[in-house]
């Protein structure tokens, strides 16, 4: 029975209703969407630039690519996991998918779903060991980093792989009307991972994973098969982000997306995702990467030295954990 859903008391249906605005206030995306909201107007004053169109697609624009890597790590962290590795398997699918156009004459086409589905494989990879081999998810992702950044210096030799396809291009900086490609990827990628984790059964698995891991697999869960399953998406999300990366700089990058991670992380937690699992929001995780996006932007534009925006945005990241804790 939903908290909203009358309760009978004495044979008399209690006719109260908890309040809209109440309901909002308790809704899982009040803190991030007034995080949003304060940072937005705060930038506004800071910078006369901040709101204007072309900003904002900007905006949308650069944190595309984390904003997807969030999606399949939202994923992972609703189970209770972690995934270290989606830098580092997005740098790989671009490398090996410049590589196969380039050094072994596959199509623009097949080069780029090669990519993807090395970031496949090695997620599949990781959810294997997680799931069967019952290792620490920290652990196995962590050294999947080291083995996918290893695998690409050394394929690469350590250098960019450029001569690709012009229209490749399309991908990283091609735009519909103004609308950015890369911001209409990220949007059709959300939607469809609220559908699946909103509307089908296995969504529901992975919020049950994530609550009571143990009361789920009594109650029938495949607990292993949807592990493998969320560290198989977070390494699809890699390699199609993988895709916008290598058409906006037009080369395989071995050395791309370092750090990475700790965006998608931060964009999930601030979001509203519990760290631990099993509570969060698809929709919490665009607002919080959208957060990071205009965040990293304001400081851009107000000339903030960069080492000086590594320390602000660590410490709005703990604020965000520490008032979600106390506001639940």
């Known amino acids: 029975m939903s908290h909203d859903a009358d309760t009978i008391t004495g044979g008399q249906a209690d006719t109260s209703a908890t309040p809209i605005w109440k309901s909002m206030i308790h809704s899982p995306l009040a803190l991030p969407l007034a995080g949003l909201i ?7 004053f800071a910078s006369d630039n901040f709101f204007s169109v072309s900003n904002i697609l900007n905006v949308l624009r650069q944190v595309s690519i984390v904003a997807i890597l ?3 790590m939202t994923f992972v962290i609703l189970t209770g996991g972690i995934d270290l590795s989606v830098g580092a398997l997005m740098a790989l699918a671009g490398t090996m998918a410049a590589g196969m156009m380039v050094h072994f004459g596959l199509p623009g086409w097949a080069g780029l779903m090669a990519g993807i589905g090395i970031a496949v494989g090695l997620g599949l990879f990781n959810g294997l060991l997680v799931a069967y081999g019952r290792m620490p998810a920290i652990i196995v992702t962590l050294a999947t980093m080291g083995i996918a950044r290893g695998a690409g210096l050394i394929y690469s030799g350590g250098y960019p792989i450029s001569g690709l396809p012009s229209w490749i291009s399309w991908f990283g900086v091609g735009r519909i009307g103004i609308i950015p490609v890369p911001v209409i990827a990220m949007v059709i990628v959300y939607a469809l991972a609220w559908v699946l984790l909103e509307r089908t059964a296995f969504g529901r698995h992975v919020y049950a994973i994530g609550g009571n891991e143990t009361a789920a697999k009594l109650s029938g869960v495949k607990t292993g098969r949807i592990k493998i399953a969320v560290y198989v998406i977070s390494g699809l999300t ?5 895709i916008i990366l290598t058409g906006r700089l037009m080369s395989g990058q071995p050395n791309a997306g370092v ?3 700790l965006d998608a992380i931060a964009a999930v937690v601030l ?5 631990a699992g099993g509570r969060g929001l698809i929709l919490g995780t665009l607002i919080g990467a959208v957060l990071l996006g205009i965040l990293n932007n304001g400081l851009n534009l107000m000339g903030i030295n ?3 925006q590594d320390i602000i945005r660590g410490f709005i990241i703990l604020l965000a954990i520490y008032i979600a804790r106390e506001w639940r």
């Open 238 to 242: 890699a390699g199609l982000a993988a």
């Open 38 to 44: 304060v940072v937005s107007v705060l930038m506004g």
């Open 306 to 308: 960069p080492y000086l």
């Open 271 to 275: 979001g509203g995702t519990a760290i």
């Open 70 to 72: 969030a999606v399949g």
């Open 259 to 261: 750090g990475f991670e």
